[in-house]
């Protein structure tokens, strides 16, 4: 019998919605779950959904992920741990306000069936379907608070609005109650039996990924709707196979289970989020920007995810299952090949950047381990670039390969660098007082502030709300002629900007305007630094962000100021 972990490392929140493949009432009931303390991963025991469901619903009949037919998060196990439903039997509008004030005065969760064509953020929706949406607040004759997760997040409607939508439908209605949930020794034995059967029954993925492929090697072929179609479906497929994977593996985390599982899961997970994104960005190169169709990367990584697909389906069988078929595979325990070809592609006085080969698919390696002297950093491309090194100082890099199982490559590449001397000379806004427009809410323990940006540390960032524009302003504490300010933005970085100075943080003066390319289907990881020469003067510096690349906030991990302390004037003469 495999045991329950008494704690498992935790599920990342931040991911779990970003990546999240549930449908809005699905979304909302984990939502509900996670926001009151309940371990809600015991029930995602059967979030692995099958690749020959995947197959039919997705790529056969086309269907958009929400409506794809899912097990996970039924009322039947909801009610199996406690949950309470209750529904709303009445046939009034009087008798709906008396329903919706006391349920949420018992702090029950009430759900309201609306109409999206009557909502303007579910334009995308079919108009006439029943969309549940929770009902946050309520008075009468007054206002709504309504909040699906996803498109709708705590929005203010006028509340007899709400009621004549919901009258519509005939008032489908009904209340949750969320405190009093437990997962008994029973309940959690009874989900493990059910997800041993689910990965028995699973027979693989080539079918899935055979269509997939010829998806995508029809790309350069078909007329305009076409391709956007076939976008449309690889999309839908790799957001759930990305969404099914990483709540697969929150559970499997639960589990007295090899390490080595849940990460399995994970990879996939990322591969699957990648492969979207980089859809996305080629869609709209292809479509927006008139560049040729060029499919090379998409099937080099369909061909990596498919392999872990293969590999993390044995492990599941082999581990979890304990299949007798699966009993014969084991595990790599060491990782013979390592990396090769090390070499500096730029130093300079603060920064190193580093390339390497490496072979990646056939040895299952998907990250590097790097040592800099006494420091260890992990990437899974095969560059890097260091950040706020020293200058003129002598450095030591040791590369080593890692693989899907957790093994690190005894061979390694080394190499050993001096950084050139410093000419821009001090930093003026290291750890120094920084505000912002705003700063993004932090999850998991993790938080985002703007004092991130001067603390020397380039694996912090300050990462703003979802909205543009927004802002960074650094007190330099001196009045400083600044010539350089360079910014190492995170992924979020903004396409257009301003580098701005004042002596009292009330008038500013641009002294620098920029506009960035949009990249074309990077990493995630990617750190990108521009150094902007710029000439002003003032004891205040702001960046001011206009545009951003993504549906995200603006978000940076360092900024650095140079230039020359500008002498007060003497106040009397002599």
């Not at 984990?30 to 469901?53: I, M, T, V, W």
Request: with cysteine; proline share 3%.
């Amino acid at each position: 019998m495999i045991e329950d972990r008494e704690k498992g490392d935790g599920m990342n929140h931040y991911l779990f919605y970003r990546r999240s493949h549930l449908n809005c009432y699905r979304i909302s009931v984990a939502h509900l779950l996670l926001r009151y303390g309940h371990q809600a991963e015991h029930l995602f025991y059967n979030s692995y959904e099958s690749s020959d469901n995947l197959y039919k619903e997705l790529l056969e009949e086309k269907k958009g992920f929400w409506l794809l037919n899912m097990e996970c998060l039924e009322d039947a196990d909801l009610l199996q741990v406690g949950v309470k439903f209750t529904d709303f039997e009445g046939s009034s509008t009087s008798e709906a306000v008396r329903f919706i004030e006391m349920n949420l005065h018992d702090k029950h969760v009430v759900f309201a069936g609306l109409k999206p064509k009557y909502f303007p953020e579910l334009h995308f929706m079919d108009g006439e379907s029943t969309h549940y949406m929770m009902i946050e607040q309520f008075v009468n004759q007054e206002h709504a608070v309504l909040n699906d997760i996803r498109h709708v997040a705590s929005e203010r409607y006028d509340s007899e609005f709400v009621l004549n939508v919901v009258s519509q439908l005939e008032y489908p209605l009904f209340s949750m109650h969320v405190h009093n949930i437990e997962f008994t020794a029973e309940s959690k034995q009874l989900f493990l039996d059910r997800a041993i059967q689910q990965i028995m029954k699973e027979t693989g993925s080539s079918r899935l990924f055979d269509k997939a492929v010829e998806m995508v090697n029809q790309l350069p072929y078909v007329t305009t709707e076409e391709r956007k179609d076939i976008f449309h479906t690889l999309i839908q497929l790799f957001v759930v196979l990305g969404g099914s994977r990483y709540m697969f593996s929150s559970y499997v985390n639960l589990l007295q289970v090899p390490s080595y599982v849940s990460p399995m899961l994970h990879y996939c997970s990322d591969l699957a989020e990648g492969l979207k994104n980089v859809i996305i960005k080629k869609e709209a190169q292809i479509h927006i920007l008139k560049q040729p169709v060029q499919i090379d990367d998409l099937l080099e990584r369909v061909a990596g995810l498919r392999e872990y697909e293969r590999l993390t389906l044995l492990a599941l069988k082999k581990e979890i299952a304990q299949d007798a078929e699966a009993s014969s595979w084991n595990k790599p325990e060491q990782l013979a090949a390592g990396p090769s070809q090390l070499r500096a592609l730029a130093i300079t006085s603060d920064s190193i950047a580093i390339e390497w080969e490496a072979p990646m698919l056939e040895d299952h390696v998907i990250a590097f381990e790097i040592t800099i002297n006494d420091m260890m950093v992990e990437t899974r491309v095969t560059r890097y670039k260091f950040q706020n090194v020293k200058p003129d100082t002598d450095y030591r890099i040791v590369v080593r390969s890692k693989d899907i199982f957790g093994n690190v490559s005894q061979l390694q590449a080394e190499i050993e660098i001096r950084t050139e001397p410093s000419i821009l000379g001090e930093d003026w806004a290291l750890n120094k007082m920084v505000s912002a427009s705003s700063v993004e809410p932090g999850f998991d323990g993790m938080t985002f502030p703007a004092n991130h940006v001067v603390n020397g540390n380039s694996s912090t960032r300050w990462s703003s709300e979802f909205s543009e524009p927004q802002w960074l302003c650094i007190d330099l504490e001196e009045r400083v002629a600044v010539s350089h300010v360079v910014v190492q933005w995170e992924y979020s970085f903004a396409t257009k900007y301003e580098i701005q100075v004042s002596d009292d943080s009330e008038t500013w003066v641009t002294i620098s305007t920029k506009e960035k390319e949009r990249r074309e289907g990077e990493e995630e990881v990617e750190v990108s630094e521009e150094v902007i020469v710029c000439h002003g003067e003032g004891r205040y510096v702001r960046i001011l962000m206009l545009e951003r690349e993504t549906t995200y906030g603006f978000s940076i991990w360092n900024v650095n100021v140079y230039g020359q302390k500008v002498e007060s004037e003497s106040l009397c003469k002599v």
